[in-house]
């Protein structure tokens, strides 16, 4: 018996077989329709009372057949977005429309966000029989301006209507043209940036501006290429769909002209906001929290950044799975095949967990090697000093300067991960080490900041921390919040700390003069080795007044003090 789809309830067994019996009509290619097609539509809609549409493929057979409301039509799940570049879906959708009233909203994104070959409403008169009809077709969008669909009519039903094959043909040319024209800068396609802020929390255009442009550095170091941004600000956010769904159906039929692939939140999507968004579209759906765990996986290099990577990964998917695929929920058999025994998900939960178990025994074992290397570090009374601070501030920069040691550093965030010690030799000859840790992020993950909690701790033993602030930067007073918010969660906030102001080579010179008149604090350029050397007289200063590093005197008086022993050894 042919499938009828959408509203069935409460259908008469004359609309039931109305509806039926359309999927008996045939479409040629050259038409968008036929009178035998139109007629029947309009006998079911008279049935039923209700709108009634037919997918109608390529080949001319009906496809499916739906049943919606008076005013509506729910079409059903019909896959992917798009087969290919250029591609539509070799389906069109032909539909009655009880009340005279043209095409609507929702039958433009369903044509432009199902990307359907052509949606057409043929309008009844008040006894149901067809008077006018009207249709729309995609079109290419020239120089982001127009809509991106013409809508013909509507006309006299018994107009001509053009040749469906070869409009669809010309269309479908055009669009494979601009796609192989379009230059794609990124190696992992193309996405919208969305921020959405509440006014009650403070949510404002100036703020929000300053989340997107972090949001974009990420996603330009994860490898997408950002073609829109979208800032909404709302009194309260919607729980299921984030921004409402209205600004949803817009950002997706945007996507779609863009040839956008991906939308990225600027916020961590609850796993229920993550299934209703998904919902609505066939696009990839990510936040914030996804695009800083794909940075961290492929910038670790060691073997533990690479577990500590996954673990976070593992404890973010966790109570996602639910929402990954239906046929996680396929039953497998029990012991002897006797009932339903575990899901294809509780068996991927399970597995899961006890990857997770695993991961944290190994970086327990990793930890504890780090903390005897540090044990022995502090042993050979050789002072550390930890360069802490907010991604790309410049940190494995000035320890290049300083040290020569050939990190990577790139005006990216979070160029390295790899916590990295060099000895630096101060100016009166005596040495430290100094440490490079993993940049800070205002709200970092709190499953990442639990597995890098252990390379964050390398700092715990320093004798002194250099706090580096990108002083160039508009937004350098939240960062500078963030990092020592974060260090007071570490419990490194009672070490005595430096304040070093970097890139100070792009501020203009009362801004300059500003920053060099802090005493407590030091102004420099990392890539200037020049500029570094105030930097070394005051770690000096605060170490030798730390204790952590024996002054010149008491380094002659340990001198003199062994010289007579090392007579009398002779």
Known sequence: ?????????????SATKALERIYRRRVPLERIATPELVRSLAEASRESGRQVGALVHRSG??????????????LPDIGRLRAAAGRFRALRLVHTHLFNEGLTQDDLVDLTRLRLDLVCAVMLSAEGEPRAWTWAYNVVRRAGTGDPYEVIGPVPWGTQGPNFGELISALEREFAEQARTRE?????????????????????????????????????????????????LRDRMDPKLVLGKGKLEEVLMRAIELDAETLIFDLELTP??????????DLKVLDRTQIILDIFAQRAETRDGKL??????????????????????????????????????????????????????????????????????????????????YTNAGKSTLLNTLTDAGVLAENRLFATLDTRSRKLHLESGASVVLSDTVGF????????????????????????????????????????????????????DAIPRLVVWNKTDLLDVEAQQALSGRDTDVALSALARNSTRQLLGRIETLLIESGALPTAAAQLDELDSAAPLCEASE
């Open 441 to 492: 992020i205002r709200e970092m993950p709190k499953d990442l900041f639990a597995a890098f909690r252990a390379t964050f701790e390398e700092a715990r033993d320093a004798d002194l921390i250099l706090e580096i602030v990108d002083a160039a930067d508009p937004e350098h007073e939240e960062h500078e919040k963030t990092t020592r918010q974060l260090l007071k969660e570490l419990g490194l």
């Open 308 to 389: 500590q990577v996954e673990l976070a990964q593992l404890k973010y998917a966790l109570p996602r799975l639910g929402q990954k695929d239906d046929a996680l929920s396929r039953l497998t058999g029990g012991i002897g095949g006797r009932g339903p025994g575990e899901t294809k998900l509780e068996i991927g939960r399970r597995r899961a967990r006890e990857r997770v178990t695993r991961l944290e025994k190994e970086l327990e074992r990793l930890a504890r090697q780090r903390s005897e290397r540090r044990r022995k570090r502090t042993r050979s009374d050789t002072p550390v000093v930890a360069i802490v601070g």
């Open 272 to 281: 229920a906001q993550a299934s209703g968004i998904s919902g609505q579209t």
């Open 1 to 13: 018996m042919p499938q009828i789809h959408g509203n069935t309830s409460g259908l008469a067994p």
């Open 61 to 74: 057979d009906v496809d499916s057949v739906i049943v919606g409301s008076p005013t509506g039509l729910m």
């Open 184 to 232: 794609v800068r990124a190696k992992d396609g193309r996405a919208i940036l969305i921020h959405v802020g509440e006014k009650r929390r403070g949510g404002s255009q100036r703020r929000a501006q300053a989340r997107l442009k972090e949001l974009l550095s990420l996603s330009e170091t994860a490898g997408v290429e950002i073609v829109h941004q979208v800032v909404q």
